[in-house]
């Protein structure tokens, strides 16, 4: 690799999904458009979707409620045309997920199910410095349980001196815990570090001790490969802004393995649209679960938000999730060339990637420690139209998403900060 211009401009000619990025609408900043490194925390708009959208709000003019049967895509099952996709994108089979919801509603109504505490079992794993809204979530259900977050979350932490956790660390406070172990809860790629933790084991280790174990999937779906079903994972969720392009605070995702089908005495909240669907209309009492991950809906679709999502989730279709990681892990290495090379031609800063540096412990996050520079660097970097996120104390993570970044996005953004740095 060279931190030159032409290497840069050489590998987007040989790349085979370069044209996706005309796809997308990219910001722009100063009348050029911004290179954008945060699809990790909002991806950027399909110029199909207004398409997509147009196609519900003509369906609603042109048929009012019968839409829900009439219309080209009926509402009445609109859903189920994502649970395919979302099939693919995370391992699993049709049946076992179901777009519905927000992402914390979604762990919400899963933690309902899957956190049961008895005398004997209550304790919770989870990683130190997960997303907040995933720290409130398992607050609020331990105190709602009548417990002590304080005694009944234990948190995973990096060591002394380290950004990120180490695997034997999980797996030994999994063991630790024992018996008394509930759940486990994780983040399957960390927000902060883009840490990407073997799920696989982890889930192995917890079922030792007869714990159930879910993923927070939000920075992992479309941006990592995932094989849920196979890994024997009792839930996930996730959300669909993210890499997932289907616009600000769309549709979640949610995965619950099929063993739990036919299990009885596993409690759920409970609405309609989980209901038995040949039933569904006939306003009868008594619920009847439909099979599957469908038996945890309790609304009907909200099809002005799933819209965006089928529009994204078309263009995952046709290039497939083999092909998008090839590409993230050529742009992650590339970046990293790249501020290595930095690093070591300047005195001023030493850029320090935090995120692993083996390929199976990262997506296309990296997250970097700006040491000598911090928040001047990233307002610099920011004015100069680069739109990335800073992270307290001292991080920027940006992330070079393979559907609309390219590898000259990578070498200007190092451009710009030789010029912060000179």
Sequence with gaps: MQNTLEFAQDSDQQDELSAYRQRFYLPKINGKDALYFTGNSLGLQPKSTREY???????????????????????????????????RLVGANREEVVAMN???????LMMVSFYQPTSKRTKIICEAKAFPSDQYMLESQVKFHGLK???TIIEVYPRDGEHTIREEDILSAIEEIGEELALVFWGGVNYYSGQVFDMAKITEKAHAQGAYVGFDLAH???NIELKLHDWNVDFACWCSYKYLNAGPGSISGVFVHQKHDNNSNLPRFAGWWGHDE???????????????AQGWQLSNAPV??????????????????SRLVSKSKRLTNYMEFVFNDISYRYDNCNLEIITPKEQKYRGCQLSVLCHGQGRSMFDFITKEGVIA????????RLAPVPLYNSFEDIYQLGQIIEKALS
Excluded: T
């Excluded at 003509?58 to 996709?85: C, M, R």
């Excluded at 039933?279 to 009847?288: P, S």
């Excluded at 002005?304 to 999730?321: L, N, Q």
């Design 389 to 396: 996120d800073w992270r307290e104390p001292n991080v920027i």
């Design 149 to 151: 977050p304080d005694d």
């Design 304 to 321: 002005f938000a799933m819209a965006p999502c089928k529009a994204s989730m078309d263009i995952f279709d046709e290039v497939g999730m």
């Design 102 to 108: 927000g992402l914390s509603v979604n762990l919400h």
């Design 220 to 222: 992992g779906v479309g």
């Design 278 to 292: 040949e039933r569904r209309f006939l306003m009868e009492k008594n619920f009847v679960p439909m099979q599957g």
């Design 53 to 87: 959208v147009q196609q519900e709000l003509d369906d609603w003019a042109k048929y009012g409620v019968e839409g829900h049967f009439e219309a080209k895509n009926p509402w009445v099952s609109y859903h189920k045309i994502l649970s395919e996709p979302f099939a």
